[in-house]
């Protein structure tokens, strides 16, 4: 018998038969009668979802329709965890067999929905191949979100919590079946006609918005009663070409399977109570670009930069172009931004600043044909040098070679005296600063890091310069 592990993956070994039985008008109710040794120990009623799952819910009812529940047990007691049950094993099988199933039942695909494994919600018990969910199920006594996306939550508790609780804290034997046999009597009870009388109401994006990509958010207004929402997206504007299909519980989603590059797509929204949808949402057009790079140089938070900023970032796969925005404030307000230079085709941009011992928020964003993807998250830097000598020299240098194994070695005639070399990692966190004195023009810096990418900064008493390499 396989057992349940606690706080990663259930594995469960269950088949049972599945009937197609007529559209829902609403979210049908069940009522789980118990008894521990025939003293009844009280009614469970539960509501399921069809329109979230409905081949588990039509499953589930064709069960109750031919009695199949009746006498089965609640097999599995786990305080804190779960109470499972439905094995038709359980009837009148010997323990041992209680939970292994029957092979000659039909398995039911899954229908992994947003719907979280919280207390009181009903799931489908499985084993290890996900489609495998046929007639046991569990209700969670307590939050399982290591269960969500994993396994099909179809329904919850309504009323007769206290009995869940009275049955999962039964006397048990070291594989967690009760000591005492726990049956079940299940039948059919009213149905919840509630409809959803509102349609989601859109926040973002706005119609038209150009440039949208994976990390942008789509938000909407709660619907009262909704428990997920469904979003579609489409090539035409009557949907005849529904290119992806999301569901989410939140209020908010980052869509990542869109095409990247002024794709344009229709998307709409619904609220889903898990008996019916609502109508849909206005439609709303985007169109798509490309994620922001990242940020390289220079290094967020970074002081004493030269007044000749020097500004670099990572390549972005099928960007043709960049725009890098300077502002006073993180807001980036017009009167605030001091640089705004679209159509870049280099990774890299360079700009002097008139004034020194001021911060500056810099921000990249992609462009494909002219249309920017969302701005990379802004990070700032402060001209001048923490010792009141302003750095007013960009100096020109040769870096090599790249990637590094052992030396780091620069070529200038420009730096003189002691020469600070600073590494940054990708963060902008200082890990390394090393000294050196130019010979014949050229500094030699020792180099013992992990591989990866860095960023340095080396400078004398007249300026610096930035850049990048790789160490092996």
Known sequence: ?????????????????????????????????TYRAGTKIGTIEVEMYPSIAPKHVRNFDSLV??????????????????????????????????????PKQIDIPAEFNPISHQRGVLSAARGSNINSANSQFFICVAAATNLDNNYTAYGKVVTGLTFVDNIVSSARDANDNPLQKIEMFVTRGIVDSTRIDSVPEIIQPINNLAGISSNFLFKWKAVPGALIYNLEFASDSLFQNIILSK????????????????????????????????????????????????LLL?????????????FEWRKVEQA???????????????????????????????????LTNRKYYWRIASEVNGISGLNANAIYFTTGSTTGIENTMLHTIKQYPNPVSQFLNFESSTLTG??????????GKLIAIQKAISINNILSFPIYLPTGH???QISDATGLAHGSFDAL
């Open 1 to 33: 018998m396989r057992k349940i592990l606690l706080l990663s993956a259930l594995f469960f070994y269950s088949i049972v038969g599945f009937a197609q039985i007529g559209a829902y008008q609403g979210k049908p109710h069940y009522l789980i009668d």
């Open 65 to 102: 329709a031919a009695h199949f529940y009746d006498t089965t047990a609640f097999h599995r007691v786990i305080p804190g965890f779960v109470i499972q049950g439905g094995d038709p094993n359980s009837k009148h099988g010997p323990k041992s067999t209680w939970g292994m199933g029957d």
């Open 247 to 294: 569901s989410t519980a939140a209020l908010s989603i980052s869509i990542s399977e869109l095409a990247v590059g002024k794709v344009k797509y229709y998307w709409r929204i619904y609220a889903n109570n898990g008996g019916f949808k609502s109508a849909a949402s206005d439609t709303r057009v985007i169109y798509t670009g490309l994620n922001a790079p990242q």
């Open 298 to 310: 220079p290094a967020n938070a970074s002081i004493g930069i030269s007044t000749q900023t020097h």
């Open 320 to 354: 043709n172009a960049y725009r890098i925005q300077v502002s006073t404030t993180p807001a980036f307000t017009s009167s605030a931004i001091k640089l705004d230079s679209a159509g870049i085709i280099d990774t890299f941009f360079n700009f002097n600043f008139s």
């Open 418 to 427: 002691q020469v600070t070399l600073q590494i940054f990692d990708q963060l």
């Open 454 to 456: 860095y960023i340095y």
